[in-house]
């Protein structure tokens, strides 16, 4: 069974580039959450998506938008980059409707704006 | 605003003995909480969870408390062993319309002395 994968693993990019990261869910997930961490910093929630449509954002600028597919994978997608996006971005899936249950999180995308 | 707070950023414990980790939340909400364990390279693993509803969650090694009226919670880990090196972050989530979100706090690294 796999589990959330997230790719790619590293990416370097300039400042006021823009990035794409992926994330395909655990097998029979439906919903797909995004979070950052900054370094010593505990995972903050950037938006969440369920039948393919952004259903809660968190405190983050109209830069971070994203996507979700049929198959239930995701896309984030962030413009303009600056050189504080730089963070781990930790993409995590869980069951809509069940209820009191852990949400599985990918191994990240470590990405280093420069 | 932060609405969950761990407030030891460390925590040294010799192996065989209790680890203690703290967290404390602001938000009345929040109604189902996590504890996730991070090595580094990894994205966060599902340790432990409780319900709003009760006080007291048990797994193996791993217990979890939950005090509503102080807002705070623990994980108590024991015994401790070297492989429990890791950072632990605490989790609270509020359910709004479907899948949850989760806020987490700013991580407490453990380690496990020999």
């Known amino acids: 069974d796999a589990g959330v994968t997230q790719s790619p693993t590293h990416l370097i990019k300039t400042r006021g580039q823009q990035v794409t990261l992926r994330c395909s869910p655990k097998?029979?997930?439906?919903?797909v959450s995004w979070y950052q961490q900054a370094l010593g910093q505990g995972p903050q929630f950037i938006f969440q998506y369920y039948e393919e449509e952004e259903r809660q954002r968190g405190n983050f600028p109209d830069r971070f938008s994203g996507h979700q597919f049929p198959n239930y994978s995701s896309e984030l997608n962030v413009n303009a980059l600056l050189l504080g996006d730089s963070a781990l971005y930790l993409c995590a899936s869980s069951l809509v409707g069940v209820v009191d249950t852990e949400a599985f999180f990918g191994q990240g995308t470590r990405l280093t704006v420069v | 605003d932060q609405q969950v707070k761990q407030n030891s950023p460390s925590l040294s414990v010799q192996e065989g003995r209790i680890s203690i980790l703290n967290c404390d939340y602001t938000?009345?909400?929040?109604?189902?909480f996590l504890w996730y364990k991070k090595y580094p390279a990894e994205g966060p693993t599902f340790l432990i969870s409780i319900s709003s509803i009760k006080d007291k969650n048990e797994d193996g090694r791993f217990t979890v408390f939950l005090n509503k009226s102080a807002k705070h919670l623990s994980l108590h880990i024991v015994p401790s062993q070297p492989g429990d090196s890791a950072v632990y972050f605490c989790?609270?989530?509020?359910?709004?319309?479907?899948?949850?979100?989760?806020?987490f706090g700013q991580g407490t690294r453990l380690t496990i002395n020999p």
């Open positions: 989790a609270a989530s509020a359910r709004v319309g479907g899948a949850q979100k989760l806020v």
């Open positions: 097998s029979g997930h439906d919903t």
């Open positions: 938000n009345s909400m929040f109604d189902y």
